[in-house]
């Protein structure tokens, strides 16, 4: 019976978490081109089989990096290395932890004055500093993960025949917000 109730507030209280995260990890602002071409940016496949697609993004309009392009992550995060380094400031009040695959810790959880993708930009955009140094060993150059906090704010066009991502606005595709093109 014990058992139960810990299971059933276990489950509550990921609900919840995950609610906070959803409203927690919008940014205050996005933009994208209407024409797709302008909206393309080229990636590369890293990893065992090529399992990571890998794409530059630009962080607070000074600062480049290469970010897995991750629609498992909740929020967009960045390896504790360059949170630090970028000097972002921590949400006060907001306390995060992450499970991935073979590992669960806490996080830190901060603020991003900008992240731009290609053409595309989100402003006041929230993410997570963990230790990525696992995920390192797939590409070197990583620095975190693109998270679906940036990427559910696009019309999302992976084309694997030419190794691009295409981010549109959603109401330039003729399509509803909800629909995603995931791969081609």
Known sequence: MRIMRVMRLATTLVALLALACN????????????????????FHLAGP????????????????????LDT?????????????ALHLPE?????????????TG?????????????????????????????VRMMSPSVRGLLGLNFLRNFHV?????????????PASTGRSATGRTIAR
């Open 157 to 169: 066009t992976l084309d694997f025949q030419r190794n691009v991502l295409t981010l549109q606005r």
């Open 23 to 42: 409203e927690l990890g919008k940014p205050s602002s996005v933009s994208a081109p209407a024409d797709s071409a302008a909206g393309e940016i080229p």
């Open 91 to 103: 949400r006060i009040g907001v306390v995060g932890a992450g499970v991935g695959v073979g590992s």
């Open 106 to 134: 806490r996080m830190r959880i901060v603020k991003l004055d900008s992240i731009r993708v290609g053409a595309a930009s989100a402003t006041g955009i929230t993410a997570c500093a963990i230790d990525l140094s696992n």
């Open 72 to 84: 498992g992550a909740t929020l967009t995060c960045l390896d504790t290395s360059v949170a630090n």
């Open 49 to 68: 089989n090529g399992t990571a697609i890998i794409v530059p993004a630009v962080l607070n309009g000074r600062d480049s990096v290469s970010l897995i």
